[in-house]
């Protein structure tokens, strides 16, 4: 018996004990995690996109599109196969014939001719008669030389084609094929359309002159320019060919009157009764057709067909040389509907011009007051049009916004199984009724200015705003297909399907109507043949090969009365439907195309202005836009210039030119305008009442989304906001003072229009950075003689200034200055200082050697000499005040001040110069202490080079350190000591001024007294015009003053000649004194009451106080100024403290040249 073998893990492979299904689940929980939170980021994407690029989107910048056109795969020879040999032949020509014309109509309308050109330059013409080995080539890189050259051939190829047909029976039936006529006529009006461009462009006109010209220049001296003779007689024949081809707008003349019989092949066109009388009848059949709807709300393309059914009817003209009046009176009776018929772009055609200079027989046949009655329609037209453009434009703006709503509602809701083919058909009808609203809008806008630029009559303000809004309109329309493409594109293949069975059902019906009639003739059997043919058609996609095949063979399949006439009328509108729902991408961009705006771009600044002052509504700006976009595609065709990048920035230069002046400048300013007056309201302003003067909601600007325009996003809300940022950041560095005033209308922006604005950042009362240290330097004397010096505050202050405010300058400043430039600046600035000094001295050691000056204080020298000890050893103050009016007797100059106001003027400018010098060393101090912060502990810094060497890092990290610790010791010893500058400026002036040349200077001290006087008093009238409305001249402190003269005190080594005058304490007496007396009168004349003579008195005493207190002042200063010249030694006690610490002389070198650091 054999034992089966069982597997060690037997046991857990027989039950299941839920383990995987727990582990599934898990994993399909986090599958789902995963699928939530993708969609919320594509979701989330979605949603920034749309914020930020908006509703309208450049169509050609789509990152992925649908396209719904089908394509044709299959052969016209597989499309058309039947049991009939010979219906197939003919089906097989007319559908090739009519897919050639189509192919040539789209290559023949490129819009490289309608651009405007630049004006040739004569050396570039030159160049190219130098370089050029075939000459033509580079008069015209055109290939509508060739191409305009066969049309006409090929026009009468199809023509005798048609005729032969005529006489080759198919069947003993003749075929009447109407949709080759059409074709045929869409044909002759590419060869129209090429004339009326060709008579519309002046520039190419005038270059073909130019070049003529050029070409006779070339006779007389053919070897300038390298070209042999005998080359310029066929290429000028070759150039009168071209001319007589194209430029004489003979192009579609030429087509008509060329020969289309043939003998030799047996073609007799023009004596085929029958063919001319099938021609005639066709012509007939679709202007009826087009006279029905022309003008009217369901018309489509009847215009079109109108031009052809004249350019057939010129044809049938010149071929058979027959007028039936009454047709040519038909067709021009539409000239009273229809004036004008835009052909493309800015092209327009006059079909009643058109008719009388083609068919003159026909003309001479009708009453020149008709004729000039359909001429004068033009007028009238446009006049009408002018009147009724604003309600034309009220009744589309509510047609069309129910047709977006239709649109929105029907393409929002879903289809339901029940009302499947209800859904659809209403669908199919909203889509129509959307491409008729665009013909119809675009129809009027192209008609109405193009017709007034061609006939040069000026249009209104009203007309021209009513024509861009119908273009919002057109631009909306298509917009609306854009934005729901998705759901149009899943309804267009459910569309056609419906409308190729309605069609195949109307079809099977006629067919079986057909099959029942036992009566057998080849004629049924051909229309049998063509409705199964059509029948094949319909039953694949919907392509315009199929779509024209079917049209053909029901051109045969509708004869013997196969279709009753309420069948055959719906069959030809499911048939059109069929056409427009196939092509309807085509169709909305064709019939929403603006470009012709490119030849009316004088209407956009008005348009702008429009919008400014409707700014509700301001959202429309992104419609015209998109509008002023659809001339791009047709701008990169450009053959004139090298490059069509070049006509592409000229355009958007030119649009961005206007766009910025008639709104965005516009808006910053009025936005400007209303923040300044909103602010400044407790100003009294214009009214501002907005229901008398009215108001704008500008806000609405900034609630745009970005416009796209080219290359880039143009942000409204952006622009301003930058505007405005600037402004206010300008205007408060010129002015200072007026920082609330912007920082309020700042918050303002940001409150009423909802602007981000930016923080200026600047300071609300002075920069940090004030006036610079080399600024200062370099013009050290104009800097001594604006600033005043307050020696407490350590602070200059300007004297006076053309603004509202003065500037200061303090030690932050010149920390600030000193840590931009470097520390080697202080001593390059003392240097300076040390020049301008010396010059200063030269006129003070002129002033002192004068005769009047030195007679009179060696006078007043002896005469205090004399007379101490009877004035308590005090100078006495009447003698000072004698030689300060004194000196006045020597002369003033012209704005009033004495010899002694200008050296006044003098040491207080010396001793601004020494408070500047105090500032440097203090400003160096504050930046050196400033930059040491970091270093924890200033009496025990560590040798960073040793540490690196130990750690044995590179030589260049080692030379890094070896940097920063002489870095660092410079910082310590300047933040620890800094530079005496003030020791040194006195050690190298002092030998000088105390030597035995300059002894008329020793008698400074006796001027001091003098001088307090004439400070005191021009002190007190500097502050007292403070409370003055002119506060030219007003001041409130000059410690220049004080600090100038105890400088020179110290040169001198006088401090104790002075000290002995007790001058202060003279002064202190001799106002207490009179204070005393006039308290005492006071009391006096109390008792009298004399109110007069107390006011007299209260006064004298008010003024005594303040000049007493101005002294005290000056006294106070000048005792500050002396502590540091260290007043309390003389120059010998100096001199000894020196020798014994055994220290040589100063080392002023410094002084004498420039140190930098």
Not at 23 to 45: A, P
Not at 310 to 335: M, N, Q, T
Not at 621 to 632: E, G, K, Q, T
Request: proline letters at 3%; one cysteine or more; aromatic letters at 10%.
């Amino acid at each position: 018996m054999a034992v089966e073998t069982i597997a060690p893990d037997w046991e857990f492979d027989r039950f299941d004990d839920g383990s995987q299904k727990i582990h599934t689940d898990v994993q399909l929980k986090n599958y789902s995690k995963f699928l939530e939170e993708y969609t919320s980021q594509l979701r989330g994407i979605e949603e920034a996109l749309d914020d930020s690029i908006g509703d309208v989107w450049d169509f050609t910048l789509d990152p992925i599109a649908l396209k719904l056109l089908p394509y044709e795969q299959s052969s016209l020879l597989e499309l058309i196969k039947t049991d009939n040999k010979v219906l197939n032949k003919v089906i097989t020509v007319y559908a090739a014939l009519c897919s050639e014309v189509k192919k040539l109509k789209y290559e023949c309308l490129t819009p490289a001719l309608l651009k405007e050109s630049p004006r040739f330059k004569w050396a570039d013409l030159s160049h190219s008669f130098r370089n050029s080995p075939v000459l033509c080539h580079d008069v015209m890189k055109w290939w509508s030389i060739l191409f305009i050259s066969w049309l006409p051939s090929t026009t009468a190829t199809r023509v005798q084609q048609k005729s032969l047909s005529r006489q080759v029976s198919i069947s003993s039936f003749v075929l009447p094929l109407q949709t080759v006529y059409e074709h045929l006529g869409e044909l002759l009006v590419v060869l129209l359309t090429l004339d009326e461009i060709m008579e519309n462009h002046g520039t190419l006109k005038d270059h073909w002159k130019m070049y003529k010209r050029l070409l006779k220049s070339v006779h007389h001296n053919p070897g300038k320019f390298s070209i042999p003779e005998e080359k310029l007689k066929p290429f000028e024949k070759l150039l009168l060919k071209l001319e007589g081809q194209m430029l004489d707008g003979m192009i579609l003349q030429a087509c008509v009157e060329q020969r289309f019989d043939d003998p030799g092949e047996g073609v007799a066109v023009s004596k085929n009764s029958a063919f001319a009388e099938e021609f005639a009848f066709n012509i007939r059949t679709i202007f009826t057709n087009v006279e029905s709807k022309i003008g009217e709300p369901s018309e489509i393309d009847q215009r079109d067909k109108y031009a052809s059914v004249c350019g057939l009817y010129v044809l049938h003209f010149h071929i058979f040389r027959s007028v039936d009046k009454k047709f040519y009176k038909a067709l021009l009776d539409i000239c009273k509907k229809v004036p004008a018929v835009t052909l493309t772009a800015n092209i327009i055609w006059f079909p009643d011009a058109f008719l009388i200079a083609k068919v003159p027989a026909a003309a001479k046949l009708m009453d020149k007051k008709s004729l000039q009655a359909i001429r004068a329609q033009r007028d009238t037209y446009l006049q009408q049009r002018a009147q009724t453009l604003t309600k034309d434009v009220q009744s589309y703006y509510v047609f069309v916004t129910s047709w977006m709503m239709k649109m929105e509602s029907i393409l929002s809701t879903e289809h339901k199984g029940d009302k499947l083919a209800e859904d659809l058909n209403s669908r199919c009808n909203v889509f129509v009724q959307g491409i008729l609203y665009a013909y119809s809008i675009g129809t009027i806008i192209k008609t109405t200015m193009n017709m007034y630029m061609s006939m040069q009559r000026p249009m209104t303000k009203t007309s021209v705003k009513a024509l861009c809004r119908l273009v919002e309109l057109l631009k909306a329309v298509e917009h609306m297909f854009h934005r729901r493409s998705m759901v149009v594109a899943d309804s267009v293949s459910h569309i056609t399907q419906q409308l190729q069975s309605q069609a195949l059902n109307a079809i099977g019906v006629a067919k079986k109507r057909v099959i029942s009639d036992k009566k057998y003739s080849e004629q049924r059997l051909d229309v049998l043949s063509s409705l199964v043919l059509a029948e094949n058609a319909l039953s694949g996609p919907s392509t315009k090969e199929r779509r024209l095949v079917v049209s053909l063979a029901l051109c045969v399949g509708t004869q013997l009365k196969t279709f009753k006439d309420e069948e055959l009328l719906p069959l030809q509108l499911v048939l059109k439907k069929l056409d427009l729902i196939s092509e309807l991408s085509e169709r909305v961009k064709l019939q929403c195309d603006c470009s012709f705006l490119y030849w009316h771009r004088a209407v956009f600044p008005i348009y702008l202005d429009d919008v400014y002052d409707y700014a509700v509504d301001a959202a429309r700006i992104h419609y015209m836009f998109s509008a002023l976009r659809d001339s791009v595609p047709s701008m990169l065709y450009a053959k004139h210039m090298e490059s069509c990048d070049q006509l592409l920035e000229s355009y958007d230069k030119e649009i961005m030119d206007v766009f910025n002046e008639h709104l965005l400048d516009k808006l910053c300013k009025e936005i400007e305008k209303d923040l300044r007056l909103s602010v400044h309201t407790h100003l009294k302003l214009d009214d501002r009442n907005p229901f008398k003067v009215g108001m704008k909601d500008l806000a609405h600007f900034f609630s745009l989304k970005p416009i796209r325009f080219f290359n880039r996003f143009i942000l409204i809300k952006a622009y301003v906001t930058h505007y405005l940022d600037k402004t206010f950041y300008n205007l408060t560095t010129v002015a200072l003072h007026d920082w609330a005033t912007y920082s309020e209308m700042r918050n303002l922006a940001t409150q009423r229009y909802g602007l981000t604005m930016t923080e200026a950042h600047l300071p609300s009362q002075t920069l940090e950075q004030g006036l610079d240290v080399l600024e200062i330097m370099r013009n050290i004397h104009v800097f001594v003689s604006r600033y005043l010096y307050n020696l407490n505050n350590q602070i200059f202050v300007e004297k006076a200034s053309n603004n509202k405010h003065l500037n200061t300058i303090n030690i932050r400043h010149i920390a600030n200055s000193i840590r931009t430039h470097g520390t080697g600046i202080m001593n390059t600035t003392v240097n300076f200082t040390y020049q301008f000094l010396q010059k200063k001295f030269y006129i003070f050691s002129q002033f002192m050697y004068d005769e009047h000056i030195k007679s009179r204080l060696i006078k007043d020298i002896r005469f205090f000499r004399e007379t101490k000890d009877q004035s308590d050893q005090k100078y006495p103050f009447e003698r000072a005040e004698k030689f300060n009016r004194g000196i006045r007797k020597l002369g003033i100059t012209p704005d009033g001040q004495s010899y002694l106001d200008q050296f006044r003027q003098l040491i207080s400018q010396i001793g601004n110069a020494m408070g500047y010098v105090r500032m440097i060393r203090s400003g160096g101090l504050h930046c050196c202490s400033s930059a040491i912060r970091f270093v924890p502990d200033l009496e025990d810094i560590v040798n960073f080079e040793e540490l690196v060497k130990e750690e044995g890092l590179s030589e260049e990290t080692q030379k890094a350190a070896s940097v920063l610790d002489s870095v660092l010791g410079d910082l310590t010893s300047n933040s620890a000591e800094g530079t005496e500058y003030f020791k040194m400026l006195v050690a190298v002036f002092a030998p000088e001024f105390r030597s035995a040349k300059n002894m008329h200077l020793r008698n400074f001290y006796m001027i001091v007294p003098p001088l307090t006087v004439n400070f005191v008093e021009h002190s007190i009238s500097c502050k007292e015009k403070l409370n003055k409305k002119n506060k030219t001249g007003a001041a409130f402190t000059d410690d220049g003053f004080a600090m100038g003269v105890a400088y020179i005190l110290k040169l001198l080594d006088q401090y104790l000649e002075f000290d002995s005058l007790h001058w202060f304490q003279a002064v202190r007496d001799k106002y207490k004194k009179e204070m005393k007396a006039v308290v005492k009168e006071q009391s006096v004349q109390s008792a009298s009451q004399d109110e007069k003579l107390l006011q007299t008195m209260n006064l004298t005493q008010k003024r005594l106080d303040g000049y007493l207190q101005e002294f005290e002042l000056l006294h106070f200063s000048l005792s500050s100024a002396r502590i540091f010249f260290r007043a309390d030694k003389t120059a010998a006690e100096e001199t000894q403290e020196k020798k014994e610490k055994a220290g040589g002389p100063p080392d002023v070198s410094t002084l004498t040249e420039p140190i930098s650091k």
